[in-house]
């Protein structure tokens, strides 16, 4: 069985991404029930289908198959609520790989950096560029995002995240 096991912050400073490219993703939810999600992506020019078990904390079973990009428009068309869409960036920091989502679309203005570890207990140097934790936030979950876009959230206040502009 596979674990995803991830710590998820927001970027507070998004000048991290100046002269950074990043791949374009899409991805819709065939399920978004909360015991098993499962997601079709396209990643570039790749294709991928995953299935994710319940979250527990910041670990949960993650599966993910290779798809023939050819299939992913048809799958992505059977999702209900808006395709996320978004930019990730890749960014290194103290011997770990962040990965930066830039949302457009629905979720424009949300920028969110989360970094994979090997267990749960596993020490994070959060860099500089990050701001609050939002890992068991459920708010932040991408199939949560589909449901429920980050511009129908509301005003800003102060516990919002930082706006991209």
Not at 27 to 55: C, M, N, W
Not at 79 to 100: F, L
Not at 141 to 165: I, K, M, Q
């Amino acid at each position: 069985m596979g674990t995803e096991i991830e710590r998820k912050f927001l970027v507070r400073d998004p000048t991290i991404l100046s002269g950074s490219t990043g791949t374009r993703y899409q991805q819709g939810y065939l399920s978004t029930d909360p015991a098993r999600t499962v997601r079709v992506r396209r990643a570039g020019e790749h294709a991928f289908l995953t299935i994710k078990g319940e979250s527990h904390g910041a670990a949960r079973a993650e599966f993910e198959y290779a798809i023939p990009p050819a299939d992913v428009d048809a799958l992505l068309a059977l999702c209900p609520g808006p395709i996320i869409e978004k930019t990730r960036h890749r960014i290194d920091h103290a011997g770990r790989t962040w990965e930066v989502d830039v949302f457009d679309g629905d979720n424009a203005g949300l920028i969110v950096a989360e970094v994979e570890i090997p267990d749960v207990d596993a020490t994070v140097e959060v860099p500089d560029w990050a701001g609050e934790e939002v890992t068991t936030d459920p708010r932040y979950y991408n199939a949560n995002l589909s449901a429920h876009p980050f511009s129908t959230w509301g005003a800003p206040t102060d516990e919002s995240p930082v706006r991209a502009e």
